[in-house]
């Protein structure tokens, strides 16, 4: 169990032209816009702990809540976000502006290492009284994630420093000793901030403190029944009515079903899979396939969206997976890829890489514009136009998320163990590995996504034998590869998805890998209501939609696909820097003749329409327009 290690992004070149556009876009444009977004709404401000406190931006919203309580962490999302881009390229201004806020926390800081600017601002007396509501552990996890991103980029320590102190105050608070609380954060995060500092210090003591929030979490007597008691509240109070909201409504060992608010789900679940591979815990390990296939089962759009319902960001019944109100959130689907990246390196199984990279192309991507600078939040697969992206929103998580992703993207490509190395995901890279046996730099030349044509170069520094493990997605049926123009047989040395050449490599070897990408009809399981009788298109990695923009006449909506015409490949030189496109005949229902008639017997006419899809994830960067993934099919 954990037998191989991504690769470090910093350590995986992006020279393809898909993930190069992206993350230059993220370097030159996402980071610096957010960062002038999170000064004009007062988030950097209020780590000043302006006195008197200025009047609340957001006011409580009637669950007596405002989202000013988890402005730090987008502080935190943000310094890691642009401690990323300072690993591509170093960048003067944007570390003159992290020191900045580090000097504010170092001011804010009290006594005992206690760091939460809004209670420190607002409400002292309150510190650690509602676990359940206010985020507290939640913003010092990001944090604590932004500052290790700082300290790699740059050497700099003073900000983890300052959030090693806030972390021993924490261990003293929280814990089963006597005079301990035994707490944990309702949105979870501190697990994997912890982890990720266990991994940095090797300080054991950071990985039994992630633990104990894991094992602690839905025992009995209920810690958020006490804490709500305590404030001189009734529990049964709670607006979400259930603790699956936050999933502690049993220990997580014991949960079988993926419930609840569905950012808060996959942060726990990628923290159980790295607490299972650190510890050899099988037990983790087995909650966390059975919640895998719980999801995959029933619970996940086709576009790797997660959780249908915007009341509680998250999910609700099996196969309850509405388009045109589907929440889908942004946060939602990279948190699946981190859980998919971890359940990965459990076992080296291709099942964990496909949905990691349908997340990666479909919604996660479509959260980002192609400008940089606007985002969205939910992700519907159905719009009747009025859905749009924004420049900001009164709750930025997406927004931070989406640009630490790309900034990262490159440590989800390639893996490595002592003997063997594994392709994940495609798209052009170049990176050096380190085996038992030397060091050996590797090229991967594609156009992927847009095509399945790959070739890697091999280059030991000294002749070596080794696994090269190259993943065959789910999707690519009939793979061939060769090794220097010799044939290789892919089926039967395929294992999980994973291809594997064992052999002697030298400098020179050419590795040829052909996936298959035709278009393809997707259908879904027919106790999805919202979706019998309708068809999706795909082709590889990416899920297609029709946009009006390029279907004039009138929604979308209107459009039906006969079963059996034929999809066609289209090379679009003139969209997006060039992309493909899907084109086949359609028809399209008309409205004349109803004279002002809302119900008659005669069905519409239909007339002849020629139908254009584009990649999901390009949705809603030019004209606004109707939308649709489903189309109705005849």
Request: charged residues 25%; negative net charge.
């Amino acid at each position: 169990m954990g037998q191989f290690a991504p690769v470090r992004f910093v350590d995986v070149h992006l020279e393809g032209r898909f993930w190069r556009e992206r993350l230059d876009t993220v370097l030159a444009r996402t980071i610096p816009s957010q960062h002038v977004q999170l000064g004009r709404h007062g988030i950097l401000d209020s780590l000043t702990l302006p006195n008197p406190p200025p009047p609340l931006r957001y006011p409580r919203n009637h669950h007596d809540f405002t989202v000013q309580v988890f402005w730090d962490s987008d502080v935190g999302k943000w310094i890691e976000a642009a401690s990323y881009a300072l690993s591509h390229r170093r960048d003067a201004d944007i570390e003159a502006k992290i020191e900045k806020i580090t000097d504010d926390l170092e001011k804010a800081q009290a006594p005992d290492g206690y760091l939460n600017c809004w209670y420190l601002q607002r409400e002292p007396e309150n510190r650690w009284t509602n676990l359940r509501d206010n985020h507290e552990l939640y913003n010092l996890g990001h944090l604590i994630e932004g500052a290790i991103a700082y300290f790699l980029a740059t050497g700099r320590r003073r900000l983890l420093s300052i959030l090693e102190r806030y972390v021993d105050h924490v261990r003293k608070t929280f814990g089963p000793r006597p005079g301990q609380r035994r707490g944990y954060c309702g949105h979870q995060e501190i697990e994997l901030a912890l982890i990720r500092l266990y991994r940095l210090t090797g300080e054991r003591k950071q990985l039994d403190l992630a633990a104990y929030f894991i094992d602690e979490r839905g025992r009995e007597p209920h810690y958020f029944d006490q804490e709500a008691v305590a404030r001189g509240e009734d529990p049964g109070d709670f607006w979400a009515k259930s603790y699956e909201y936050n999933q502690s409504h049993r220990p997580v060992r014991e949960q079988d079903k993926v419930v609840g608010h569905a950012v808060r789900a996959m942060y726990m679940y990628s923290a159980m899979a790295d607490l299972a591979a650190e510890l050899k815990d099988d037990g983790l390990k087995r909650a966390c396939e059975v919640l895998w296939t719980d999801v995959m089962a029933s619970k996940i759009y086709i576009t790797s969206g997660l959780g249908p319902a915007e009341a509680n960001e998250g999910f609700t019944e099996d196969y309850d997976l509405p388009n045109d109100t589907a929440y889908a959130e942004t946060c939602a689907s990279v948190a699946l890829i981190f859980w998919a990246q971890r359940m990965l390196h459990l076992d080296l199984d291709g099942k964990y890489a496909d949905v990691l990279e349908q997340a990666l192309f479909n919604n996660a991507l479509g959260g980002l514009s192609r400008d940089g600078e606007h985002y969205f939040y939910s992700n519907p697969l159905d719009s009747n136009g009025r859905h749009s992206r924004w420049a900001w929103h009164t709750c930025p998580c997406c927004t931070m998320n989406a640009s630490r992703l790309v900034a990262s993207v490159g440590g989800y490509f390639v893996s490595h163990s002592d003997d063997a190395i594994a392709f994940h995901l495609y798209g052009g890279i170049s990176t050096e590995v380190t085996l038992k046996s030397g060091k050996v730099a590797l090229r991967e030349v594609s156009s992927y996504p847009w095509s399945g044509d790959i070739r890697i170069e091999v280059a030991p520094e000294t002749p070596a034998e080794f696994a090269l493990k190259l993943r065959i997605p789910g999707w690519a049926r009939g793979a061939s590869a060769s090794v220097n123009g010799q044939t290789v047989a892919v089926e039967p040395a395929t294992v999980n998805g994973y291809l594997t050449i064992l052999r002697r490599w030298q400098a020179g070897d050419i590795v040829d890998l052909q996936l298959p990408m035709p278009p393809e009809r997707i259908y879904a399981h027919p106790s999805v209501p919202m979706d019998v009788g309708r068809v999706a298109l795909k082709r590889g990695p990416l899920v297609y939609c029709v946009e009006e923009t390029d279907n004039p006449g009138g929604p979308v909506q209107r459009l039906r696909l006969p079963r059996h015409s034929e999809i066609t490949v289209e090379q679009r030189h003139d969209l997006f820097d060039g992309i493909v496109t899907l084109a086949t005949e359609a028809a399209r229902v008309g409205d004349d003749g109803w004279h002002g008639t809302l119900y008659r017997t005669d069905p519409p006419a239909e007339t002849p329409a020629r139908l254009t899809a584009l990649p999901y994830y390009l949705w809603n960067n030019r004209e606004k327009g109707s939308m649709m993934i489903w189309l109705a099919e005849t």
